[in-house]
């Protein structure tokens, strides 16, 4: 099972993902895409990356508005997986912008 992260680090690496934030012991990210068809490329690209790493988010998907939402359920809250992802999540939106 992956270890909890602290409070200090959960907040050290949020400051290298701007665009996320530590909510209910998840690491959360909205994002508006140009259309639906683009939002489906995204959440397709994370379902490959995930499947590759084992580690998969959950992901609310509002026409064309993703909400992301990285925690590792089998410990309960926030490890390096979860930090881990949120990286690659961001690379795939990067790419897209």
Known sequence: MAELLTD??????????PDW???????VRSAELPSFAQAIQ????????AENDDHHPDID??????????RTHSSGGITALDVS???EIDGVL???A
């Open 8 to 17: 200090d680090q959960v907040t050290a690496a949020l400051s290298t993902l």
């Open 61 to 70: 998907i509002r026409w064309r508005t993703l909400t992301f939402r990285c």
């Open 85 to 87: 992802l949120a990286e």
């Open 42 to 49: 995204v959440v397709n690209r994370v379902a490959e990356i």
């Open 21 to 27: 934030s530590a909510r209910d012991g998840a690491l």
């Open 94 to 96: 990067d790419a897209l």
